[in-house]
């Protein structure tokens, strides 16, 4: 038994050592009280691992091998109603997939509302009860959300070199409420932080309603299904539509079938299938190529 203690605990030290994670600078928090730590759990709820309560911003690094890396950078920003974080299905497994094709990943986890032991059952009570107030709480959260996104961005394009990435292929994917943040990225970037590309995946335009976009926006692909019970089709429609009239570089995958939060679940769908579609297209972009 004594054996098995130390191994094991020699595993999970290992485990922890072995992840690159990086400390995001903080700001103002615009007078947000977090009164609990950091919390990640399996949600019976939403049936898949996440993080909830996040105060302060962090990234992981999912480094590809020497042997594929390409150069491409893509910062991914999972989803769950700025009140958790799908943090494998939309965040973990998203990197992984982008290191097999030599795109080096970081795994954003930006600020929350402020929750108890489950910020997923909060949400989802307050979804029936008092939907109201879900919106005056992300309200007062997302200003300092965004600036995380901003943050990633500029800290990746400062230590492109650190990280073996092209300064000028660092992209940014968010799903839902990080689609969100993504949005807000592409109409509040500066020379610094600005993205080389953006990727909204049923992202929740309810709280980032779409605007013009800017003079120098980069090329966008937006993904999302018809079907999303959320009603996000309309928005990515609206989104797309609005770069479309500006004459700006973008790509829409609308699958009939696929629903809301599917990131990298299967469901014998097309929609299995969209980071494979992403790929493709930032490979016609000439955003990610064969090994630098």
Not at 11 to 19: G, H, M
Not at 48 to 74: D, I, K, W, Y
Request: hydrophobic share 40%.
């Amino acid at each position: 038994m004594k054996y098995l203690v130390v191994a094991v605990f020699l595993f999970l030290a290992f485990a922890s050592f072995s992840q690159e994670i990086i400390e995001l600078p903080r700001g103002n928090t615009g007078g947000i009280v977090w009164e609990n730590d950091e919390k990640e759990y399996f949600s019976t709820i939403w049936q898949t691992q996440v993080v909830t309560n996040v105060s302060v911003p962090t990234m992981q690094v999912f480094r590809s091998s020497e042997a594929t890396n390409n150069g491409t950078a893509v910062i991914v920003a999972p989803g769950g109603g700025l009140y958790a974080l799908s943090i494998n299905s939309e965040g973990n497994d998203v990197a992984k997939w982008l290191n097999e094709k030599g795109i080096t990943a970081f795994v954003l986890k930006y600020r929350l509302v402020p929750t108890g032991e489950d910020g997923v059952g909060e949400i989802s009570h307050l979804s029936v009860s008092d939907p109201k107030k879900i919106g005056e709480e992300v309200a007062k959260v997302i200003p300092i959300s965004i600036q995380d996104g901003l943050n990633a961005i500029a800290h990746v394009r400062e230590n492109a070199a650190t990280y073996g990435v092209n300064p000028d292929k660092i992209g940014f994917m968010g799903f839902s409420a990080g689609g969100a943040v993504t949005m807000r990225v592409a109409y509040n970037y500066n020379e610094k932080s600005k993205p080389n590309f953006l990727v909204p995946v049923y992202a929740w335009t309810d709280v980032m309603p779409v605007q013009t976009p800017k003079d120098d926006v980069p090329p966008m692909v937006i993904i999302c299904a018809t079907d999303d019970p959320l009603g996000l089709a309309k928005g990515s429609i609206e989104l797309y539509n609005s770069m479309l009239k500006a004459n700006k570089p973008v790509a829409l995958h609308m699958y009939a079938k696929g629903g809301h939060g599917f990131g990298m679940k299967k469901q014998n769908l097309p929609s299995d299938r969209w980071i494979e579609r992403f790929y493709e297209w930032s490979v016609a972009q000439g955003i990610t190529g064969l090994k630098q």
